[in-house]
């Protein structure tokens, strides 16, 4: 078999644009999510490599250790591990903010990430080669009014990126973070629950970043020579300046 990527969030936004860039450039796909109808899809729309679909949510454990820790033979040499799952859930104060919608985003952003890298790194570790690139985001670098949790989560994300490179070295296995800026998915969807008119006002006024876009720059980071790591890009829209500042032409 060719070289072979897991990408998590598979389903929808940067997780599904990566799965078909890293396709494209030849890498059979493990595509993991919950909605299987999505995966369903996404296995159609890939012909040039093999497809292998997991459904599970990354919040369980025991459901990710099932799913992972005992993969075919052939699927076990991965090369390539994107850590893509994850949302923020809600927009508000600590104050005001949801218990649940806490849980889900630690849980899934920082714990997920987690048990999906526990579970894939003795088959990296067994071969002394591996590249897990960690979905974080610009609000794992700063942080903003009513954002709380899910900044924390993604600093999270950042520690722990950067304490995973620490660990991992002298195992072969290549480390890297990629944080974005504005990306245009369902994540605003997600965040204010279905409620698509307040998810679309995010994007408007500007040019936001498209799923491709990130999936251009995980390819590139991915196929670097082996002795380069391009270990964190922060990549933002043109015109977004920093988490909060965005030249809106509204
Ligand atoms: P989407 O909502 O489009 O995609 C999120 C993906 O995560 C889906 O495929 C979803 O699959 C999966 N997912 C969510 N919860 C779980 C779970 N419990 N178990 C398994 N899979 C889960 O958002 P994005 O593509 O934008 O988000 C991808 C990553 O990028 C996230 O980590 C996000 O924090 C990060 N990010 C996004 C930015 C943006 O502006 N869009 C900016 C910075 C970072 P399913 O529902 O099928 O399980
Ligand atoms: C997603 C980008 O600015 O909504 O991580 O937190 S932001």
């Known amino acids: 078999m060719s070289k072979i990527a897991l990408v998590t969030g598979a389903t929808s936004g940067i997780g599904k644009a990566t799965a078909l860039a890293l396709a494209a450039q030849g890498y059979s796909i493990i595509a993991a999510g919950r909605r299987t109808e999505r995966l369903e899809e996404l296995k159609a729309q890939i012909t040039n490599v093999p497809v292998l679909t997991l459904e599970f949510d990354v919040r369980d454990k025991e459901a990710v250790q099932q799913a992972l820790g005992s993969l075919p033979e052939e ?7 994107v850590n893509n799952a994850g949302n923020a859930h809600g927009l508000a104060s600590i104050q005001s903010g949801s218990l649940d919608d806490w849980d889900a985003m630690l849980d899934i952003n920082v714990k997920g990430l987690l048990y999906v890298t526990h579970t894939i790194l003795p088959y990296m570790i067994e071969r002394k ?31 722990i990126s950067k304490a995973m490179r620490i660990d991992l070295l002298q195992e072969g296995i290549k480390v890297s973070e990629v944080n974005p800026g504005l990306v245009e998915t369902e994540f605003s ?14 994007y ?20 670097r020579p082996a002795h380069v790591n391009l270990a964190e890009v922060l990549i933002l829209p043109a015109a977004q300046a920093s988490a909060t500042i965005v030249d809106k032409k509204l």
């Open 129 to 159: 080669k591996g590249h897990i690139v960690n979905i974080g985001s610009i609000a794992g670098k700063e942080v903003y009014a009513n954002g709380n949790v899910y900044c924390g989560s993604k600093f999270a994300v950042d520690a």
């Open 204 to 223: 408007q006024g500007y040019q936001p970043l498209q799923a491709e876009d990130l999936a251009d720059l995980i390819v590139f980071m991915v196929t």
């Open 189 to 202: 969807e997600v965040r204010f629950k279905g409620d698509t008119a307040r998810a679309a006002t995010v």
């Open 75 to 81: 699927w076990q040499s991965i090369d390539v591990l």
